[in-house]
C-alpha cells in the first residue's frame, strides 16, 4: 500500500513573486498548528504546492475528514486526497485504481474518468501524453464498463511525477481561498454576537489578517450572555487559525451614563465612538493596523454615510467595514456558509440592546456629537475600559502576544 497524502493547491500564493516562498512558510505552520491532533507525520513545501503525509494505516474516510479540515484554512484554494508512489509505471497503475475506486465511492459510482498526467521534471522519460495513455489503458482495463471523457468527466485521476516521486489523486474538495493568516498584520474587530461582525471578521482573516476581537458586554447592566455567544462564535474561528484574542469589556454601566449625560437620539453615535476610542487603545496595546466593524450602509440608523463619518472620525486609524456594500441575506448566506450563523441568531441582551432611544439620530453632526460629548469624561473612561478588558485566548499559531 502507497503512503496516503493531502495535496495543497494554493494559486494566489504562486502570484507573489520573491514573497512567495514566506507566504508558503506561514501556510505550512498554520496547517501544522491546525493538524497537531491528526494523524500526520510531516508537512513538506513540493513544487508549487504543500504536501501532508498521513501516518500509516489511516483509513479514505479519516484522510478525508483530515483534507476537509485543510479546505477551511485562509490559503488553501484545493486539497486533493491521494497517494505518494514511486516513479514507475505499475506503481502509477496500482495507485491510479486505488485512488479511482475511493473517488468513486465517495460521490456514489461514477460513469466517465479521465487521466490527466504531468511530469515537472523531462529526467522521467516518458512524457505525459504517453503517461495519460498508458494509465488511461490502465484503468479502462479494470473499469471496462467506464467510459473516458476528456470534457468534464465525473472524476479526474491525477498523476504528478515530481522529483524523485510521483503522487495521484482523484479527489479535490474546493478550498476557502484568500491568503494564510498571519501575512497581512494584524486588526482589531468590534465585535457583537450578532450576524454582521463575525463575517467582517471572516473576510479579513480570509485576506491574511490576524484577527482579534473586541466585545463589549451591557454587564454588569445585562447578563453575559452575548460573552457565550461571542465565545462560541470564537471557537468556530479557532478552528481554521482565524482568531488570536478577544477582548470582552464590560461596558454597561458606561452605556448608562452616557444615556443620562447626552441627548437621546445621540446615544447610539456616543456608545460607538466610544467603542472605537476603546478599540484604538487596544489596537495600540497589540500593535494593530486597522479596526473591523460589520456595519453594511443604510442597514440600519446607526448606519447612514453621516453617522459612519461622524464614528470614523472617533479614531485616526482606519476603519474597515467589509460588508459596507453587502445586502442582509447575502451575510446571512455567508454566515451560514462559515458557520456562525445559528449562533448569532440566537438572542441575547448585549449593549446594543441597552438605554437604546425611541428614535436615534440618522444624520448627526460632527459639532453636536463633539459638544455633548464633552460631558463625557472619556480621559478617565478610556484608560479605565481599556484596564478592564478581559482577554480570552484561542489557537492561532499566526499570533505572539506583544
Ligand atoms: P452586528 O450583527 O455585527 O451586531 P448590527 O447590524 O447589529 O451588526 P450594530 O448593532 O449597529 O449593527 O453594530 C454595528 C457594528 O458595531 C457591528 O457590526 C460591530 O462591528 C460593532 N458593534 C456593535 N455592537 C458591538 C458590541 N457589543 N461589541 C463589539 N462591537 C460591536
Ligand atoms: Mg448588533
Not at 507566504?23 to 513540493?46: C, D, G, Q
Request: one cysteine or more; aromatic letters at 6%; glycine letters at 6%.
Amino acid at each position: 500500500m502507497f503512503q496516503r497524502v493531502c495535496l495543497v493547491h494554493y494559486h494566489e500564493i504562486g502570484l507573489k513573486g520573491h514573497n512567495r516562498a514566506s507566504f508558503e512558510v506561514r501556510l505550512l505552520k498554520n496547517i501544522e498548528f491546525i493538524l497537531a491532533s491528526y494523524p500526520v507525520v510531516t508537512i513538506k513545501r513540493i513544487s508549487g504546492r504543500l504536501c501532508v503525509f498521513i501516518k500509516e494505516g489511516v483509513d479514505y474516510g479519516s484522510a478525508c475528514a483530515l483534507a476537509d479540515r485543510i479546505t477551511h484554512i485562509p490559503g488553501v484554494a484545493r486539497v486533493s486526497c491521494g497517494f505518494k508512489c514511486p516513479r514507475e509505471l505499475e506503481a502509477f497503475y496500482q495507485a491510479a485504481g486505488l485512488a479511482l475506486s475511493e473517488a468513486a465511492e465517495a460521490r456514489g459510482g461514477f460513469e466517465s474518468f479521465k487521466v490527466s498526467a504531468r511530469r515537472n521534471h523531462t529526467d522521467f522519460a516518458i512524457d505525459s501524453l504517453q503517461m495519460n495513455q498508458l494509465v488511461g489503458a490502465h484503468l479502462c482495463n479494470l473499469f471496462p464498463d467506464k467510459a473516458v471523457r476528456m470534457k468534464q468527466p465525473d472524476i479526474t485521476v491525477s498523476v504528478e511525477v515530481v522529483q524523485s516521486a510521483a503522487y495521484v489523486y482523484a479527489r479535490s474538495l474546493a478550498g476557502v481561498g484568500g491568503l494564510p493568516v498571519g501575512s497581512s498584520g494584524r486588526v482589531i474587530c468590534l465585535l457583537s454576537a450578532g450576524i454582521d461582525s463575525p463575517v467582517a471578521l471572516w473576510r479579513l482573516a480570509k485576506r491574511g489578517a490576524v484577527c482579534l476581537a473586541v466585545h463589549f458586554s451591557g454587564r454588569p447592566q445585562t447578563s453575559a450572555a452575548s460573552e457565550h455567544l461571542v465565545e462560541d462564535i470564537a471557537r468556530v474561528f479557532e478552528a481554521s487559525g482565524c482568531i488570536a484574542r478577544i477582548y470582552v469589556v464590560p461596558f454597561g454601566d458606561h452605556q448608562r451614563q452616557i444615556a443620562a449625560l447626552v441627548p437621546p437620539g445621540l446615544r447610539v453615535i456616543m456608545y460607538r465612538r466610544l467603542m472605537m476610542k476603546v478599540a484604538e487603545a487596544l489596537a495600540a496595546r497589540e500593535h494593530a493596523q486597522a479596526l473591523v466593524t460589520g456595519e453594511s450602509l443604510g442597514q440600519v440608523a446607526s448606519q447612514t454615510l453621516e453617522n459612519l463619518a461622524v464614528t470614523d472620525a472617533a479614531v485616526s486609524l482606519p476603519v474597515f467595514r467589509p460588508l459596507i456594500g453587502t445586502d442582509k441575506q447575502e451575510i446571512i448566506d455567508e454566515a451560514q456558509r462559515i458557520g456562525t450563523f445559528a449562533i448569532s441568531s440566537q438572542d441575547a441582551p448585549d449593549c446594543c440592546t441597552l438605554f437604546m432611544p425611541r428614535s436615534p439620530e440618522t444624520h448627526a453632526k460632527l459639532d453636536q456629537v463633539i459638544a455633548a460629548e464633552s460631558l463625557l469624561p472619556l480621559d478617565e473612561w478610556i484608560p479605565r475600559l481599556v484596564e478592564a478588558a478581559e482577554p480570552h485566548d484561542y489557537a492561532c499559531a499566526a499570533y505572539r502576544p506583544h
